[in-house]
Nanobody, 128 residues
Framework: QVRLVESGGGLVQAGASLRLSCVASSGTLSSYAMGWFRQAPGKEREFVAGISWRGARTTYADSVKGRFTIARDNAKNAVILQMNSLEPEDTAVYYC?????????????????????WGQGTQVTVSS
């Protein structure tokens, strides 16, 4: 089992950048495929970005491609989401999640139901 803790959220203006971090307070992330999701008020939780457990493969939602980058730092037991050129539509609570059922080391999932462990979330607010 792994316990996830997100940090790095905040209030920024449109066009700014933020760097979200997800660390494991217990367990190790190196054997999990990882993902970031977000949930805006009144909306479903949606996939943002994912990375395979060796970091060889990444995938992104169309709405964030070219602006967000997911990376892992296994030495620090962490997964990072670098968010650039933020837009008001990016305002949401951002959640880190771990998938223990990856069948291969290149597997990345965008499906919420395939993630077993979730953090408590960090708020990102982008003003126009």
């Amino acid at each position: 089992q792994v316990r996830l803790v997100e940090s790095g959220g905040g209030l920024v203006q449109a066009g700014a950048s933020l760097r979200l971090s997800c660390v494991a307070s217990s367990g190790t992330l190196s054997s999990y495929a990882m993902g970031w999701f977000r949930q805006a008020p009144g909306k479903e939780r949606e996939f943002v970005a994912g990375i395979s457990w060796r970091g060889a493969r990444t995938t992104y939602a169309d709405s964030v491609k070219g602006r967000f980058t997911i990376a892992r730092d296994n030495a620090k037991n962490a997964v990072i989401l670098q968010m650039n050129s933020l837009e008001p539509e990016d305002t949401a609570v951002y959640y880190c999640a771990a998938c223990s059922r990856a069948p291969t080391n290149a597997y990345v999932s965008s499906f919420r139901g395939e993630y077993d462990y979730w953090g408590q979330g960090t708020q990102v607010t982008v003003s126009s």
